[in-house]
């Protein structure tokens, strides 16, 4: 089986880079291909008892795809979903500490 760690640290690097470099307004092909992305993604993931809460995760709280800031606010808190299972800290889903972390980088 995968090495879930490693898996999830890749995974996630790619899906909040991808939403840092999203749209600030995402036209409707955007919008519509990230919703593909993301409900492929929770179907493929292949870490098969993540996959499963991260359906239902998705179900609950619908994908905000309209543009940038939303989907990166969406995205941090679905992955402080999963931080708060697994007993990890949660992060500040504020956008300037998410840009900090995934579009800026620090700040010298
Ligand atoms: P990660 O959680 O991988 O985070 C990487 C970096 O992202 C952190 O160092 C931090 O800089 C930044 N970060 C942390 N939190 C946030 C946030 N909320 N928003 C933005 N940036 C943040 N593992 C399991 O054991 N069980 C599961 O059920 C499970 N489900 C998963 C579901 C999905 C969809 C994904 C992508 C991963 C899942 N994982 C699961 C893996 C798990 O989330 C971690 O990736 C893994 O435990 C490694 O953790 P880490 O401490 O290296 O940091």
Redesign the pocket.
């Known amino acids: 089986p995968p090495d ?2 490693l ?3 890749s ?3 790619f ?2 880079t991808t939403a840092a470099y999203y749209p600030l307004t995402a036209p409707p092909q955007a919008q519509t291909n990230m919703l593909s992305l993301l409900s492929s ?1 929770s179907m493929l ?1 292949p ?1 098969s ?2 996959a499963t ?2 359906q239902k995760d998705i179900r609950r709280n619908p994908p905000d795809v309209s543009g940038r800031e939303g989907l990166m606010r969406w ?6 979903e ?2 708060g ?2 007993g ?1 800290e ?2 500040d ?1 504020g956008i300037q500490n ?1 840009d900090k ?2 579009k800026d980088g620090p700040d010298d």
Do not use: I, P
Request: glycine letters at 2%; charged letters at 25%.
């Open positions: 879930t760690a898996l999830g640290r995974t996630w690097t899906l909040h993604l993931y870490c008892w993540c809460d991260f995205l941090c808190e679905r992955h402080n999963v931080n299972k697994l990890k949660k992060f889903c998410l972390r995934w």
